[in-house]
């Protein structure tokens, strides 16, 4: 077994967000994101057929959900569930540092 840490190993440039697959098992993935300035492309949004839980680590973000009409600014520590099929997107992460997500999908 190698011990890893969830904040190296991280490109320095991030042209495109970072999805990283920490344990993939038959009923749950834990996953890392990485982002610097994404969003979600305009008029896309996540329908995904799995629940996810969501915790911010490092850095800052807005989420939208579909079914509501404000943005949710997360924060590191911040977490939240999206139930399956829950249609959300990226609004924004942060302009100046890395935003590292840690997400389990199941």
């Not at 600014?73 to 992460?93: M, N, Q, S």
Request: overall charge negative.
């Amino acid at each position: 077994m190698d011990k890893k840490n969830i904040y190296e190993n991280i490109p320095f440039v991030l042209p495109d967000e970072v999805f990283e697959n920490i344990l993939d098992q038959p009923t749950f993935r834990l996953e890392r994101i990485v982002s610097m300035e994404h969003s979600t492309p305009e008029g896309e949004w996540y329908d995904q057929d799995k629940n996810e839980w969501v915790i911010l680590l490092r850095g800052s973000a807005s989420l939208r959900l579909e079914e509501r009409a404000q943005p949710i600014t997360l924060k590191p520590g911040d977490y939240i569930f999206l139930p399956a099929h829950c249609r959300h997107r990226v609004e924004w992460t942060a302009r100046n540092m890395q935003t590292i997500w840690l997400t389990i999908h199941y």
